[in-house]
Structure formats: C-alpha cells, structure tokens
C-alpha cells in the first residue's frame, strides 16, 4: 500500500515555470522508479519523466527534454519535477506513480500505484 500526493499545479503563460511535488507514503515506500506522467482531455496517458529509486538514474519523454528536469529528496520522500519554457501543448493532469519493477521506464502500465493528479494549464 502506497500512497501518492502530487501538488504544484496551476495556470502559467508560455515560457513559464512551475515545479511539481509528489510525497510518497505507506506502510512500504520500496519501489524500484518513480515517475511523472502526463494526461490531456481525448489522448492517452504518456510518460514524462521517470528516476530509479537506486541509483537515482534519470529518463525524459523526447518532448520534453531539455525543459523539464526530475530530482529526489530522500529524506523528505518526496519527487519533484521542475517544469520550464513550458507550452500550451503541456497542458495536461500531471501524475506521478511507482513501479516495482521496469522493462520500459516511461511505459505507464507498468507502474502500479497512482497519485490523484494535478492540473496544469498553460495558456496566455
């Protein structure tokens, strides 16, 4: 049993900045990865950002590298996703979610457990 809180979102104007949080708790907070995902109104769910709970090894979407950066604070169990020069097209509910075990880092249905989401808007 592991529970997931996301939080950070809002509305920002292109070119702007915002910084996700996702605290994590259980009676376990073993997973292998932890990652963020991404889900807009009529589209699939897609993976963003991904970083393994070992080794702290990191992944990003094609779409979003070099904008969006994944970072960890062990000691307060909490992931981030530090999203920059966002766009209109990041426009989505932002999740974040655990995996136990990955064959591919960004593939949402290999993770198991599920934030409630936060909303992110860009728009001018």
């Known amino acids: 049993q592991v529970q997931l809180v996301e939080s950070g979102g809002g509305l920002v104007q292109p070119g702007g900045s915002l910084r996700l949080s996702c605290a994590v708790s259980g009676f376990t907070s073993d997973y292998y990865a932890i990652g963020w995902f991404r889900q807009a109104p009529g589209k699939e769910r897609e993976g963003v950002s991904c970083?393994?709970?070992?080794?702290?090894?990191?992944y990003y979407a094609d779409s979003v590298k070099g904008r969006f950066t994944i970072s960890r604070d062990n000691a307060k169990n909490t992931v981030y996703l530090q999203m920059n020069s966002l766009k209109p097209e990041d426009t989505a509910v932002y999740y974040c979610?655990?995996?136990?075990?990955?064959?591919?880092?960004?593939?949402?249905?290999?993770?198991?457990?599920w934030g409630q989401g936060t909303q992110v808007t860009v728009s001018s």
């Open positions: 970083i393994s709970n070992s080794d702290g090894n990191t």
């Open positions: 979610a655990t995996a136990g075990g990955l064959l591919q880092h960004l593939n949402p249905y290999e993770y198991d457990y």
